[in-house]
């Protein structure tokens, strides 16, 4: 089975909105692939400027983040990329972790890897704890 869940939202950290389309995100030979695009080349030059995106309709869901509206985006506030975010299905109580990634190098992305908490125990973010592997 699949062992990653995508976040969908409109916006996100910096310039970009998380998708859960298949050229934005996929597993290949066992290895994870996240492939950062143009939102304009996806929806058009005038839908990017003047139009809004609403991940409800774009993707049957949202995951809203940080009490802002991660789900709806019009005109200005659209993110020009669009990449993905995934969370492991995964719990980890004790252990480790080895992670090996080709990072990309450019504008207006975030290459990030953070160990997240499965419950928020203290409160939301950061309260609960974020262990950031590599940002």
């Given at each position: 089975?699949?062992?990653?869940?995508?976040?969908?939202?409109?916006?996100?950290?910096?310039?970009?909105?998380?998708?859960?389309?298949?050229?934005?995100?996929?597993?290949?030979?066992?290895?994870?692939?996240?492939?950062?695009?143009?939102?304009?080349?996806?929806?058009?030059?005038?839908?990017?400027?003047?139009?809004?995106?609403?991940?409800h309709q774009?993707?049957?869901?949202?995951?809203?983040?940080?009490?802002g509206d991660?789900?709806?985006?019009?005109?200005?506030?659209?993110?020009?990329?669009?990449?993905?975010?995934?969370?492991?299905?995964?719990?980890?109580?004790?252990?480790?972790?080895?992670?090996?990634?080709?990072?990309?190098?450019?504008?207006?992305?975030?290459?990030?890897?953070w160990m997240?908490?499965?419950?928020?125990?203290?409160?939301?973010?950061?309260?609960?704890?974020?262990?950031?592997?590599?940002?």
């Amino acid at each position: 089975g699949n062992k990653w869940k995508h976040d969908k939202k409109t916006s996100g950290l910096g310039f970009e909105m998380y998708s859960p389309e298949h050229q934005n995100s996929y597993v290949k030979e066992g290895k994870l692939y996240i492939c950062p695009t143009f939102t304009e080349d996806r929806f058009g030059a005038d839908r990017f400027a003047h139009g809004s995106l609403d991940a409800h309709q774009l993707w049957g869901d949202c995951d809203p983040d940080w009490g802002g509206d991660s789900c709806h985006t019009q005109g200005h506030t659209n993110r020009p990329i669009i990449s993905a975010t995934l969370r492991s299905k995964s719990h980890i109580k004790y252990g480790r972790v080895e992670v090996k990634a080709k990072l990309p190098i450019g504008d207006w992305i975030w290459p990030a890897i953070w160990m997240m908490p499965t419950e928020n125990h203290y409160g939301g973010w950061p309260q609960s704890g974020e262990i950031d592997m590599m940002e």
